[in-house]
Structures are given as structure tokens and as C-alpha cells.
């Protein structure tokens, strides 16, 4: 049973437009969450998190919502650039998992010119 | 931003064949991890370490084992490589204490033929 859901594969934006991205969760327990961004042939690299405590944690171009009544959090990017073609995977933890991160599918990301 | 690195990049091999997939970091961090993914699919954990001469299991079930005799080195093995070992294996690592984020290396392609 999936505890990170990523319900879109795909999202497609045009450049300078603002792009969406969601994720919910199931487990209650998660208080920590991160979003990573994938290139093809690459590993994931850290975009930005939050944790529970907050609703919003903004940097640069990318900002992070979580509500935590409707267990959803989203990702902004505004303004949307052709370089952000890219699948974006949502990750949460708790405290007392180790650490460990639990994953979502992935959205790819498309930013056309 | 850590520095973590995996080799091979790309590894192509028959059936049966025993295959180590390295990764080293820089950083010094005391938890590294090894996770699996398939296009389209999220990242499963199926390995971790606390530190030198820790190993733990992750979610998903592998056939692969690991070591951690030294810090910066967490190898993965198979000591007998099928078709459905081919995936993307992703190491990662974190810092000490409560930081909760990962960073990955490039990953390893593996196709087992």
C-alpha cells in the first residue's frame, strides 16, 4: 500500500507559467517531507523540504505547501524554465524511521519554450 | 551538497555472473543507503547503514548484501546476477544527528542479460 502518492505521471507547462506539483500521503506518523528532482540517467538531487511544524518553506524559485489536515503537500515552481524538465519525486519521514525515506512514484515535468 | 560517487555507471552481464556495485562518499556521513528503481516507479530502500559494521535490510526484499567496514565505502553484491536484477541501484548518504536529507549518487543502470 502506497504511503506517498503521486497521482499525476505527467504535467506539461509552458515556460514562465507556474507549475504544480502534488503529493499526498497516508501515514499521519510523517512529519518531515522532501522533494527531489531526476534527470534521466542520473540520481535524484534535493530540491527543498518542510517540516511538519510549518505550512510553507519557499527558496528561489520553488516553494513548498503542506496541509496537514488534507495530508497534502504541493510544489511550485514559478517561474517554470525549460531546465526543470525533469520527474520530480515527493519523500516523507517521521521520527523513530531512521531516516529512512519513503518515495512516491514521480511526476514528470515538462516545460516547453 | 555531498559528494557521493558510484561506479560502474552502465554494467551489462550474463546470467550468473557475481557483480559488486561501489559507492563511496566524502562527506563523512554515518548513514548511506541503497535503494532500487524501475522507470516509472518509486525508489524502494533495500539497504541501509548506521554506520561502520552496521548493515540493516530496508522495504523491499533483494537478493543483494552489503558491507560498511569503512565510513565513506558501502559496496552492494550479487553473488549471482538473473534478468530480474536489472534495475537502477541508487546509493545516498546523510548527515549526523537529526538531518533527515539524503543526497544520491549518479546511480548504476544494470541489465543482466
Known amino acids: 500500500d502506497q504511503q506517498v502518492k503521486q497521482n499525476s505521471p505527467s504535467l506539461s507547462v509552458q515556460e514562465g507559467r507556474i507549475s504544480i506539483l502534488n503529493c499526498d500521503y497516508t501515514?499521519?506518523?510523517?512529519?518531515?517531507f522532501l522533494w527531489y528532482k531526476k534527470y534521466p540517467a542520473e540520481g535524484p538531487t534535493f530540491l527543498i523540504s518542510?517540516?511538519?511544524?510549518?505550512d510553507k518553506n519557499e527558496d528561489g524559485r520553488f516553494t513548498v505547501f503542506l496541509n496537514k489536515s488534507a495530508k497534502h503537500l504541493s510544489l511550485h515552481i514559478v517561474p517554470s524554465q525549460p531546465g526543470d524538465s525533469a520527474v520530480y519525486f515527493c519523500?516523507?519521514?517521521?521520527?523513530?524511521?531512521?531516516?529512512?525515506?519513503?518515495f512516491g512514484k514521480g511526476t514528470k515535468l515538462s516545460v516547453k519554450p | 551538497e555531498a559528494d557521493i560517487y558510484q561506479t560502474p555507471r552502465y554494467l551489462v552481464i550474463g546470467t550468473g555472473k557475481k557483480i559488486t556495485l561501489e559507492c563511496s562518499q566524502t562527506?563523512?556521513?554515518?548513514?548511506m543507503y541503497w535503494y532500487q528503481q524501475d522507470p516509472g516507479m518509486e525508489l524502494h530502500l533495500i539497504h541501509y547503514?548506521?554506520?561502520?559494521?552496521?548493515?540493516e535490510k530496508g522495504d523491499l526484499s533483494s537478493e543483494s548484501t552489503v558491507s560498511r567496514i569503512r565510513t565513506e565505502h558501502f559496496p552492494l553484491t550479487l553473488e549471482s546476477a538473473r534478468p530480474s536484477h536489472t534495475s537502477q541501484y541508487l546509493c545516498?548518504?546523510?548527515?549526523?544527528?537529526?538531518?533527515?536529507?539524503?543526497?544520491f549518487g549518479p546511480g548504476t543502470r544494470l541489465l543482466v542479460l
Open positions: 562527506m563523512g556521513h554515518d548513514k
Open positions: 547503514s548506521y554506520g561502520v559494521n552496521s548493515t
Open positions: 501515514n499521519s506518523m510523517f512529519d518531515y
Open positions: 519523500a516523507a519521514t517521521y521520527r523513530g524511521s531512521q531516516g529512512n525515506l519513503i
Open positions: 518542510i517540516s511538519s511544524i510549518k
Open positions: 545516498a548518504s546523510s548527515g549526523f544527528g537529526g538531518v533527515k536529507t539524503q543526497y
